[in-house]
């Protein structure tokens, strides 16, 4: 059972270069997520999407987009990265929004810009 | 507005127990969650509370709730090495269960 699997699982940019990052979930979830990692600032969220259909941006959503493919696929895209996009990028899922539904998380994305 | 917060470390010997606080300021919190993430990987979730229990037992971890002080616990029974790990206190509320909140994490080293 692969639940969230996400791709690269590293990745080197130089500034001002693109790149899309995959996550897909095999759960049915209707949820999916986009989180950032870095020391000192705990998870915050990018953007997010309640249902296939529709996205919402987060706390951090600045330089990115994402894009929600089909119901399993939510893509995130840097068009032209910064070097303060160098951090560890985590994609989850989860059933749903609006109730107990623990989110599932894929094994991150190392993502450095120089 | 919303806050979660953690201490950052804690050390332990092994066999013995752990035990990560977290605060959370929002008092209409519904569900609690404990995530693990060891190094290299994402987070996973370890066990959760709705907020009206105040404990919850799941072998060797125990949760315990306060609600008037806004107080969680994670105790880990019989800490192993394989405990290492970032633990993360997050918490839902029913004003805005769009998204979790979360703390910074503590980082928990067993030594042997």
């Known amino acids: 059972n692969a639940g969230v699997t996400q791709t690269p699982k590293f990745q080197v940019l130089k500034t001002g270069q693109s790149m899309t990052l995959q996550c897909a979930q095999d759960m049915n979830h209707n949820s999916m997520y986009w989180y950032r990692q870095d020391p000192g600032m705990g998870l915050r969220l990018i953007y997010y999407s309640a249902s296939e259909g529709t996205t919402d941006k987060g706390e951090v959503p600045n330089g990115y987009n994402v894009s929600r493919l089909n119901k399993r696929e939510f893509s995130l895209r840097l068009e032209s990265a910064a070097p303060s996009q160098t951090s560890v990028y985590f994609c989850?899922?989860?059933?749903?929004?609006?109730?107990?539904?623990?989110?599932?998380f894929g094994n991150g994305t190392r993502l450095t810009v120089t | 507005g919303e806050d979660v917060e953690q201490s950052l470390f804690l050390s332990v010997r092994e066999g013995d127990s752990s035990v990560i606080n977290c605060t959370y300021t929002?008092?209409?919190?519904?569900?609690l969650y404990w995530y693990k993430q060891e190094p290299g990987a994402g987070l996973q979730l370890l066990t959760y509370?709705?907020?009206n229990m105040d404990m919850k037992q799941d072998q060797r971890l125990t949760v315990l709730l306060n609600k008037k002080d806004k107080h969680l616990s994670l105790r880990i029974a019989d800490t192993q090495t394989g405990d290492s790990a970032i633990y993360f206190c997050a918490e839902s509320n029913a004003g805005n269960n769009r998204k979790l909140i979360w703390g910074l994490g503590t980082s928990l080293a067993v030594n042997p």
């Open positions: 509370i709705f907020s």
């Open positions: 989850a899922s989860s059933e749903a929004m609006g109730r107990n539904s623990p989110l599932h």
């Open positions: 929002d008092s209409s919190s519904t569900y």
